[in-house]
Structures are given as structure tokens and as C-alpha cells.
């Protein structure tokens, strides 16, 4: 299978189980077990290329112009976190299924996890650092939605939206130096900068650097002083949890430091950073850990601490340490899913986490606690598991470590507190809840069913066999996955259970008896206390923290903008001319503003009378806005008729048909927006009016300067000849590479057809964000009140756009009087108008056309109808859904980009192919038809939501509730 399957098989994944039933549980988990497994084989097998040395990628032409290509790209240590991603998450995709209740929409959840899959693995197998830092954002938004999955829970919200603004704004910061790097090197390949360390650790630019990828890598694992994130996302189920801070997620800042080690590490300024967050970090989270009572709490704390060793090792600039780091990476992965899943079954047979109400759960899961507990004691480093062997090279790390000698007393120190503190946060969890007198928690306990037992088995077996048989079970996948980290130079290690009585066996016994010892004396006494009285530390809230700077930043800007801006439009719109003008004016000092030498197009009398009344429309248009809108907007449609009309006469008939097509659009959306305007209202106040007439005076003075401005720099534009045309290029090209005569139209289909996907991405957005605007809006109560003939009158179009049913239809719809000629006319052009615009569908790849003008047409049809016919009469007979068309167009056109790559051409190449039919003839049919259809269907489903969803308050205004009139009373007769 191609790599490129690979990255691509979980989102596909997770697109089919988003539409499944909703809680088909059996079907989405099988799926995504599937996937996950169908992922993980044939990135196993690519393991005796990968241990040998080697590097397999695949390159995927994307911008090559810009040097951004899409590279899949697996050496030792790539592979070694994809399969800890795969296998970990086919095992949490298993026991999801048993873990979730029937009301849990399971469509939504396995597909959000397959779709964090994807991009974590995108992270771990990128070969580009701009491309891995798109995945990278998109694990944030992925956890995001996993983490707030139950978003009816309070704390689900705000531990999502915790996590994704630390983690999103780390992921900028990321960006940041990501892209200085690049500048550094002269390339992103991840290859190019591997090779670069000595350069960026030289350049100047490597302390900034350094700091905004350190930013992100430390936002994302949560280490000090980020790590107030990670609780909080404990909100999550179970099973995200346990895939999250595992092998994904919490992993990514890790991976990053390793992955670039090669790159940052070696310098004093990496080693304080680095090594001085981690031990912070370590110390921080393994002292929490023993607090806590809520056993997600426990964990995440400890997951805080481990991912803190790491860091720490990977901050003390020695290749033996990033191998320790590397090696405890995949065994924190193990143990660690496998405490999570265990929680979680306490959690769903008991109904609580909370250790104070769990005692003696043993005599009730006996399976459950066995496996509990020697998952606990990997996690706590005893011997002949997992956890001991990577402790070891840990400790070994902070004997060895060479440097100040205050240093090299401190780290083995500070070790061994760590390693007390992990044995009391471990027994407190494989004792305090196992053994001791009946639980009180809400339900009685009982083995879960076998299969949601199973994955914690197998992670638990293999804690067991690496701790019992290091180098047959792990040591080749350790050398191949160090050996990247380390640059290729990997140093002598051993992976024996046994090395004598060394410095680091003696700091294991005293961490062990030593937490032992304070779990005899204070165990009962960390029971009583929450985390709030955690000793020291108690009051250091880090999402209080958060919150309160998250408030003071939202309030000076809320500040910031009552002192530069206004709620009022014709103060921003001055301010905007303002500064634009300045601009304009400031470049003239460094560009004179000179007229060209080019040659004029002579002014022929047609000419100038066509300007002219273009000019005057425009005048006009300006005098009436005061006075009477409808006037105004008709004068202003002439303007934009005598503009297309320019565009004929010189020659540009795709502009001139896209400008008539715009126009009747923009007639009809100005004809409802001034429909719910407040009307003008009188001012009696002299100083009042004055103002207004200074104000009218100011504007029209600015209205002359800015429309001169624009003018003069239109006019030296169009004199001048461009020393560089690129013109020439298109013109060459288009037929021959773009298979079209119609050079506008395979520019943006073809040449720029990236630019143009992302318009009508934008196009799509613009339209769902007023659709959701305009659902909370309510037409002003001024107009909603007026009585009925007033309402009438006030109209601007004499069908009203979206009228309410009038009493004088037939039961056809069809309306009686002056309406009756019209929308039987209008019902006969809408079939020829679907026609038209198919026609121009059609010939825009070779003629004036295209999908742009043709999707104007088909909205202009449908909005005729709702003109004349109504809205209900329309909506009960058409069912348009508009948001669908958006959905389906940006689908097909992202579809026909994908297309090219099957071929292994760049992102959206166009390929023409000639087929011959009988009768018809020779056809060329190329690929960019299918983007143009893409793109026709999102400008009539973005039209369509725009208008309609303004339209509709006619009817809101119509079915608001009127109080009932009071009636007089009625005097009794005498």
C-alpha cells in the first residue's frame, strides 16, 4: 500500500462513520478498528527498511513552485510513533465500543478519533515541517471536539476550550519558527534541515527560533508553565483520554523536541530551557499526583510528570539520554493506556472515580485489579517491568551528567524525589482502590465483560515482556527509533535487567523504600486533603490562572476598541477612507505618481456619452440616497450596466457577463437590506442639524478626494507599460496546457486554480456566517408594527420579495389581479434559465462563460421565483437546501484536485481528454469541468443562503405575535 493511503485511510475512515447510523456502535467501532489495523500492517512491514537504516518516503506533488510538496516520509523513529498511534488506537477504538452508553452518538465520536488519528499520524510522518505544522493544528482542533464531546457537560466545554487556546496558540508560535528555520536552511524538507543543525544553531536568528518552537513543543505536552491544560482535559471519555495521553496528543511537544534534537539540541540555551521546564515539570506533577482523589486527576498528573523526565532528558544534550527518552516514550505509552482503560472500567461498573469512595475493589474485579496493578507498578518503575528499565537509564542520565558541580548533585537528587513521589502516586492507586474495607460507591461492582479487558491485557503483556526480555522484544525497534533522533551516531547502551550494584539500582531502593515509607505515614492524610490543599501548591489554580489573564486580554481589547473604533458604520467607513488615503498618499512619496507614456485609446463620441451617463447615474445615485433609496438604487444598477458595457467595448466579454450577472444580484440584495432600514427621522435640535450638515459637508469633501484618488491611480496604471507582463504567459499557455481558448476562464481553473478554491471557500464561509447572523436578527420593531397597509406600502418592490401568502391565490399558488401575468411568465423562464446557464456552463472553457456566471444565472432563476411566487409557495415545491450546494461544490472541487494526485501530478492539474460520440462528434472534456461545477454549485448555494436568509425576515416581521386588542367595556343596561 502507498504511504499516501496510509496518511489518507483514517480521514476517509473518519468521513464514512460520520455518516453511519448515529449509534450503530457495532458497525462505527468495527470500521474504525479496521482502519486503525489496515494503517498499522503496512507501516509494520516496512520495518526491515526502516531498522536497517534506511528512510522510505513518498513525495506527493502539492505547490512545487513554492517548494511545498506533500512528503510522507518514515525513518526509525517516525515508525516507531505510528505504530504506537495505529495499535494503541485500534485497542481504544475496541474498548470504546464497550465503554460508551446507547445515548453516546457513536457516529460522531469514532469519527472525530479516526479523524484525530490522521492527523496525528500526519505529524509524526511528515517530511515537511510547513505541512507538519498543519497537521499539528489539526490535532489541536481535533482534541478539541474529542475532548468537549459530551458538550452538554459544563467542565467538557471549558476543558476543551482551555486546551485548544494554549495548544492552538503554541501551534502559531510553532508556525513562527517553523518558518524561520525554513529561511535559515533555504528549504522545509524535513531531509534539508536535518542536515542544517550546525548552520541554524549558528545563525543569528537561533534564539528566537529556538524559543517559538520551543513554545509550541512545550504548550502541547503540557510542561511548566502550561501544564494547567492537561487536568482539566480529563472532562473527555475514557477512552480519549487514554488515547491522548498515550500516544498522541500530550506526545506531540515530545516528539517534536526529538524529532528536531538533531537540529536545536547541544547549545546552553537548549539545555536550560529545555532541561529546566522539564525538571519543573517533573518534580510539579509528581508531587500533585499524590493529592489527588479523582483517579483521572492522578493520572493526568503523572502523565504531566513523566512527560516531564522526558523533556528533562532530552534537555541534557546527551545521546544516551534522548535514547532513554526514547525508550520511555513507547513504555509511558503502554502502561499508561492501559491505567487509563482500567479507570475507566472502575468509573463505568462503580459510577464514580473518586478513591474515597473505592476500597476494596479486588473481591469484586479480581481481573481487573491484577492488571491495574502491575500496569501501577510499571508506572511506579519495579523491577521485570517495562517502567524500571527506562527509570534506569534516567537515573543513570542524572548520575553521568557532567556540567556545574551544584548540577551534579542536584539532578541525581531531584531524581530520587521523583522517583518517591511516583511509587506513593502509584500505590495509591493499585491500593488504596483495590484493597481495603467494601467500597461506598453508587453501584455494585463487577467484571466488565471480557473484550473491553482485553486491550488492557495486551498492553499490560507488554510491559511484562520488555521488562522481563528487553532486547528480544524491544531493543531493535529502540536502536532503529533512536537512531534518527541521535543524527545517526547512536551510542553503546544496554537494555540488561540486571548491571550490578550501580549508583542508579542504589537510587531505585531508596525511591522504593522511600515511597513506601511516606505512603505508611501520609496515606490517609492525602484521602482528606483535595487538590486545592495540596500543600505549596494548593493555590496555585492554573485554569484560574488562565481564566483571569483570558479576561484582562478580552477586556483591553474591548478597551482598545471603544477608543479606535465605533459601533457606527459611517464612523468606521471615514476612518477606513482615512487611513487607506494616507497609505495612498505616503506611497506617492516613494513612488512619484507620473503618467505613462503608453499610447492612448482615442475618445470616440459613443465613448463619451456613455461615460457620461455613467457619471451622472453615479451623481445621481449619491443626491438620492438622501432623499429616496429606490431611486437611488436604480441610478446606481445604470452605473453598473454602463460599467459592463465598458467591459464589451474593450473586449473583455467574461467580465462584462460576470458584471450583469453581479448586478442583478446585488439589486435584489440592496432591494432587502434597505427593505428593514429605519426610516429618516426629522432633527429639531439647531446644534444638532448643524452638526449633521458638517458632517454631510466633511463626507462629501472626502467622497471627491477619495473617488479623484482612485481615479488618478487608475489612470497612471493604465498609462503605463508593465516591464514584466504576465499576460504573455497565459496567452501562450491556455491552449495548449490548459486545453481552452478562453484564457480567463482557464486561469482560474486551471493556473490559479488553488486561488480560486480558496475564493469559493470563502465564498461558502461568507455565506453560512450571514445565514447564522441573521438567524438572531429581528426586523427593527418600528417596521414590525406597522399596521398592515403601511407594511404594504413601505415595500420596495411591488411583489415584496418574499411576500406572505396572500389570501387572493388560487389553490395553485397562482395570484389573482396584477401578479397572475407575471408569475406564469416567470414559472415558463425558469426552465430556459437553467438551460442559459448550462449553456454557459458549458462553453465558458473556450467562449465567455463558466461556472462563476452560470451559478449567478441559476440563482438569479430561483430568486425570480421566490419574487413573484413567494417563499412558501416556492420552499414546499423546491427543496434547494443551499447549504448542501456549498457542501457538495467545495466536496467536488477539493475531489478533482485530489484527482490529479491519483496520477501522480500536483494538486489540481488539469488533463484534457478527447472522446468521440456518434452523431455528436469530437468532444474535449477536461478535468477543470468538474472544478467549474464545483464552483457553480457554491455561488448558487451561497447566493441563494445570502438573499433567502435576509429575505426571511418579511416573514419573521408577519408571524411575530401582535398583543390582542383591548376591548372597551360594555356598560349594563339600566
Not at 140 to 159: C, D, P, V
Not at 329 to 334: C, D, E, Q
Not at 736 to 744: L, Q
Not at 893 to 920: C, D, E, K, Q
Request: proline share 6%; hydrophobic share 55%.
Amino acid at each position: 500500500m502507498s504511504l499516501g493511503w496510509v496518511l489518507l485511510l483514517p480521514f476517509a475512515g473518519s468521513a464514512l462513520a460520520a455518516v453511519l447510523p448515529t449509534r450503530a456502535r457495532n458497525q462505527e467501532s468495527l470500521l474504525a478498528a479496521a482502519v486503525a489495523l489496515a494503517t498499522a500492517v503496512p507501516l509494520a512491514m516496512l520495518f526491515p527498511q526502516v531498522a536497517a537504516g534506511g528512510v522510505v518516503s513518498h513525495r506527493i506533488a502539492w505547490l512545487p513552485s513554492l517548494g511545498l510538496d506533500l512528503v510522507i516520509r518514515v525513518d526509525g523513529f517516525a515508525w516507531m510513533f505510528a505504530m504506537l498511534v495505529t495499535v494503541i488506537g485500534a485497542l481504544v477504538v475496541i474498548y470504546a465500543r464497550y465503554y460508551l452508553s446507547a445515548e453516546d452518538p457513536a457516529a460522531r465520536f469514532y469519527s472525530l478519533l479516526l479523524g484525530f488519528m490522521g492527523s496525528m499520524l500526519g505529524v509524526v510522518l511528515s517530511g515537511n515541517l510547513v505541512q507538519l505544522v498543519v497537521f499539528w493544528e489539526l490535532t489541536s482542533l481535533f482534541s478539541f471536539l474529542l475532548i468537549g464531546y459530551w458538550h452538554h457537560r459544563k467542565e467538557a466545554r471549558r476543558g476543551a476550550r482551555i486546551a485548544f487556546v494554549v495548544t492552538a496558540t503554541g501551534g502559531l508560535a510553532l508556525l513562527a519558527g517553523v518558518m524561520l528555520i525554513g529561511q535559515i536552511v533555504g528549504s522545509y524538507e524535513l531531509d534539508d534541515v536535518l542536515l542544517a543543525g550546525a548552520r541554524v544553531r549558528a545563525h543569528e536568528w537561533y534564539p528566537l527560533a529556538l524559543g517559538l518552537v520551543l513554545l509550541g513543543a512545550l504548550t502541547k505536552s503540557a510542561q511548566f508553565p502550561f501544564h494547567f491544560w492537561l487536568p482539566h482535559a480529563m472532562a473527555a471519555p475514557t477512552p480519549v483520554s487514554a488515547y491522548l495521553h498515550s500516544a498522541t496528543m500530550v506526545k506531540a511537544g515530545v516528539f517534536l523536541l526529538a524529532r528536531l534534537w538533531p537540529v536545536l539540541a547541544g547549545t546552553d540555551m537548549w539545555f536550560w530551557i529545555v532541561g529546566g521546564a522539564g525538571v519543573v515539570t517533573l518534580l510539579l506533577g509528581a508531587y500533585a499526583a499524590m493529592f489527588q482523589n479523582d483517579l483521572k486527576g492522578l493520572l493526568a498528573y503523572s502523565t504531566i510528570s513523566h512527560l516531564g523526565l522526558i523533556t528533562l532528558l532530552l534537555g541534557l544534550n546527551s545521546t544516551l539520554a534522548a535514547v532513554a527518552a526514547v525508550f520511555h516514550m513507547m513504555n509511558h505509552a503502554t502502561f499508561k493506556a492501559s491505567l487509563f482503560m482500567a479507570v475507566g472500567i472502575i468509573d463505568h461498573e462503580t459510577g464514580t472515580r473518586d478513591m474515597r469512595r473505592l476500597d476494596g475493589l479486588y473481591r469484586y474485579m479480581p481481573s481487573t485489579a491484577r492488571l491495574a496493578m502491575v500496569a501501577c507498578a510499571a508506572m511506579a518503575g519495579v523491577p521485570l517491568l517495562n517502567g524500571f528499565l527506562s527509570k534506569e537509564m534516567f537515573f543513570a542520565e542524572t548520575v553521568f551528567v557532567q556540567g556545574q558541580p551544584w548540577l551534579e548533585s542536584a539532578l541525581p537528587a531531584i531524581a530520587t524525589v521523583y522517583g518517591v513521589f511516583a511509587v506513593v502516586y502509584s500505590l495509591r492507586f493499585g491500593h488504596d482502590v483495590f484493597f481495603g474495607p467494601p467500597p461506598t460507591c453508587p453501584r455494585v461492582p463487577e467484571e466488565p465483560v471480557h473484550w473491553m479487558r482485553a486491550p488492557i491485557a495486551l498492553l499490560v503483556l507488554a510491559c511484562l515482556t520488555v521488562g522481563i526480555v528487553p532486547n528480544w522484544a524491544i531493543g531493535d525497534v529502540l536502536r532503529a527509533a533512536a537512531d534518527p533522533v541521535v543524527g545517526r551516531h547512536l551510542p553503546a547502551f544496554s537494555l540488561a535487567i540486571w548491571h550490578g550494584f550501580t549508583a542508579p539500582l542504589a537510587m531505585s531502593l531508596v525511591a522504593m523504600v522511600g515511597g513506601i515509607g511516606v505512603y505508611l505515614a501520609f496515606g490517609e492524610r492525602f484521602k482528606q486533603r483535595t487538590s486545592r490543599d495540596t500543600p505549596l501548591i494548593g493555590g496555585l489554580d492554573g485554569k484560574r490562572l488562565f481564566e483571569v489573564v483570558l479576561a484582562q486580554l478580552t477586556q483591553a481589547a474591548r478597551r482598545a476598541t471603544r477608543l479606535a473604533s465605533s459601533r457606527h458604520l459611517q464612523t468606521q467607513v471615514l476612518w477606513m477612507l482615512v487611513v487607506a488615503g494616507a497609505a495612498g498618499l505616503g506611497s506617492t512619496l516613494v513612488v512619484p505618481l507620473e503618467w505613462g507614456d503608453r499610447e492612448r485609446v482615442p475618445a470616440t463620441p459613443e465613448f463619451v456619452l456613455l461615460w457620461s451617463i455613467g457619471a451622472a447615474a453615479a451623481v445621481g445615485a449619491a443626491w438620492q440616497a438622501k432623499f429616496h433609496r429606490l431611486v437611488a438604487l436604480m441610478l446606481l444598477s445604470l452605473v453598473g450596466i454602463v460599467l459592463c458595457l465598458t467591459f464589451a467595448w474593450f473586449s473583455a466579454p467574461d467580465l462584462a457577463l460576470t458584471q450583469l450577472a453581479v448586478e442583478a444580484v446585488t439589486a435584489v440584495l440592496f432591494l432587502l437590506g434597505l427593505r428593514w432600514l429605519p426610516k429618516r427621522f426629522v432633527l429639531d435640535d439647531p446644534r444638532t442639524r448643524w452638526r449633521a450638515r458638517w458632517r454631510r459637508q466633511r463626507d462629501f469633501v472626502l467622497a471627491v478626494l477619495a473617488g479623484a484618488g482612485l481615479a488618478s491611480l487608475s489612470y497612471a496604471m493604465l498609462t503605463r507599460t508593465a516591464p514584466q507582463s504576465i499576460s504573455p504567459f497565459y496567452l501562450a499557455r491556455a491552449l495548449p496546457e490548459g486545453g481552452g481558448t478562453n484564457v480567463v476562464n482557464v486561469m482560474l481553473v486551471d493556473f490559479r486554480a488553488f486561488d480560486t478554491l480558496g475564493e469559493i471557500t470563502v465564498l461558502g464561509i461568507v455565506g453560512l456566517t450571514v445565514f447564522a447572523l441573521l438567524r438572531r436578527f429581528r426586523p427593527p420593531r418600528e417596521v414590525i408594527e406597522l399596521p398592515p397597509q403601511q407594511l404594504a406600502a413601505r415595500s420596495l418592490s411591488s411583489s415584496d420579495l418574499l411576500r406572505a401568502p396572500d389570501p387572493d391565490e388560487d389553490e395553485g399558488g397562482h395570484p389573482h389581479g396584477y401578479l397572475m401575468v407575471p408569475a406564469v411568465l416567470v414559472r415558463l423562464v425558469l426552465p430556459i434559465a437553467i438551460v442559459v446557464a448550462v449553456h454557459l456552463f458549458l462553453r465558458g472553457h473556450n467562449q465567455p462563460g463558466g461556472g462563476f456566471v452560470a451559478g449567478l444565472v441559476v440563482a438569479i432563476a430561483f430568486v425570480v421565483q421566490y419574487m413573484v411566487g413567494g417563499t412558501q409557495w416556492v420552499e414546499e415545491r423546491v427543496n434547494l437546501r443551499p447549504p448542501r450546494w456549498i457542501a457538495w461544490g467545495l466536496i467536488l472541487a477539493v475531489l478533482t484536485g485530489l484527482g490529479s494526485l491519483l496520477f501522480g501530478h500536483p494538486f489540481l492539474t488539469t488533463h484534457t481528454a478527447h472522446v468521440t460520440l456518434p452523431v455528436i462528434g469530437e468532444l474535449h472534456v477536461p478535468s477543470a469541468t468538474l472544478f467549474d461545477l464545483g464552483v457553480m454549485a457554491v455561488v448558487v448555494g451561497s447566493t441563494l443562503l445570502l438573499l433567502t436568509a435576509l429575505a426571511h425576515q418579511s416573514l419573521r416581521a408577519r408571524r411575530r405575535p401582535r398583543a390582542a386588542p383591548v376591548e372597551a367595556p360594555v356598560e349594563e343596561a339600566a
